[in-house]
């Protein structure tokens, strides 16, 4: 199903069947939980055993949107990721289903998360009962996920398009003292099937992205941070169609408003 984020890999949260499914077509470690997605703060609410004021400032500035919120919770692991999704499709699938979906990213485990329908491995495409085509997911990377299992503060567990920044208006932000397992915390992770290597100054004949300029082998990326996230796993789908030996990615500026893409950017390198 599409996502502002990514294409996600979606199933009834509450059927064991179902996730034990997804684990298998991601080919993803049982050990990494899935993201619920809910249809509104109530449902949200029914998901987790402790709802605080960390979360009701949060999901009241910032859902449906690319945020997700850690909880405590009654299963074994302890603690829930939960979402409200801001694409129409995901919410109107929601909707009609009338429970939660757990939806990680419609990818296999450490790959590239899809943005286009047709971005959708084979590998995925293969063994799902439907892929929905929502169009381009305007985001582009995986939401922020933040620690709300305090009242008083918070802490940002993996970068996205909200920034800690963002959040600071609404609550302080602080260091993780936890260890709270979610998605996207690999050293390697998000990555293309090909080799990529970051570079201040792109080859001119190397296959790659670059902002300035490029050349035949090359796909011209936005300047500006979010435009240049929605682009990224997109762009690096066409490169990996081009099938090179190796990518090169010219760096972005390496300022707080490109945190997200540097941590994604670092992760393919990993």
């Known amino acids: ?111 590239l998360s899809p943005t286009r329908a047709e971005d959708v491995s084979s590998e995925i495409s293969q063994k799902v009962f439907a892929i929905l085509d929502g169009g381009p997911c305007e985001v582009g990377i995986e939401s922020t996920i933040v620690d709300c299992r305090r009242s008083d503060a918070v802490a940002i567990l993996r970068s996205g398009s909200i920034s800690r920044a963002d959040i600071e208006q609404f609550i302080p932000v602080v260091d993780s003292d936890a260890d709270v397992r979610v998605p996207g915390q690999y050293k390697r992770h998000y990555a293309p099937k090909i080799p990529v290597r970051l570079v201040e100054v792109p080859t001119p004949e190397a296959h790659g992205l670059t902002i300035l300029s490029a050349t035949i082998k090359q796909i011209p990326m936005p300047r500006e941070p979010s435009a240049y996230a929605a682009r990224l796993y997109a762009a690096l789908h066409q490169m990996e169609e081009m099938n090179p030996a190796e990518i090169e990615i010219e760096t972005p500026p390496r300022t707080l408003e490109w945190a997200a893409v540097w941590d994604r950017l670092n992760r393919m390198v990993g």
Do not use: C, Q
Not at 29 to 45: C, M
Not at 49 to 69: M, Q, R
């Open 1 to 111: 199903m599409p996502t502002e984020t990514v294409y996600g890999l979606a199933g009834l949260a509450r059927s064991s069947a179902a996730n034990r499914r997804i684990y298998e077509v991601k080919s993803r470690p049982s050990n990494n939980p899935l993201i619920v997605h809910v249809g509104s703060i109530d449902d949200a609410k029914n998901v987790a055993s402790t709802w605080t004021d960390s979360a009701d400032k949060l999901t009241a500035a910032f859902w449906p949107g690319p945020l997700t919120i850690v909880l405590p919770t009654d299963s074994e692991l302890g603690t829930v990721a939960i979402r409200m999704p801001a694409h129409p499709v995901a919410l109107r699938l929601l909707e009609l289903v009338g429970e939660p979906i757990v939806a990680p990213s419609a990818n296999v485990f450490t790959r």
